[in-house]
């Protein structure tokens, strides 16, 4: 198992990539029982990261689970992703064998330090 901040994801292929080590990261992420994706769709992706993003998941179909956490509505994604094929062909992948489960609250776990153990802090 594995827990990544989508932005610290997008970063190890940059690494990978600059290292000759793309390949060897793909099949990493691939090996993984669980792989935890956090933060989807807090920042504007690019042509590549969306290539990564879809490499990665393309690798991992059929091995392991994946877990994306967001805080932006699934119904949003597509636009998100570009609407386009490469938007397609993630959402393909991060949907055909899903279990969707929504969260809501009108409360903030910022706003109230009972409902969070960190004192109001939920990143630590």
């Known amino acids: 198992m594995q827990y990544l901040r989508l932005p610290t994801l997008l970063t190890q292929f940059v690494q990978a ?42 690798e991992r179909y059929g091995t392991g689970a994946t877990l994306i956490t967001s805080q932006l509505p699934a119904g949003d994604w597509h636009a998100y992703l570009g609407a386009d094929r490469v938007a397609d062909a993630i959402l393909d992948r991060f949907i055909h064998n899903a279990h969707r489960i929504e969260l809501r609250s009108k409360e903030s776990l910022r706003k109230d330090p009972c409902l969070n153990p960190h004192g109001g802090h939920p990143e630590r």
């Open 17 to 58: 990539r600059a290292q000759g080590t793309y390949e060897r990261l793909l099949k990493r992420l691939s090996k993984l029982s669980l792989l935890v994706i956090d933060d989807f769709g807090l920042a504007t992706l690019t042509d590549i990261e969306k290539q990564d993003l879809l490499e990665a998941l393309e």
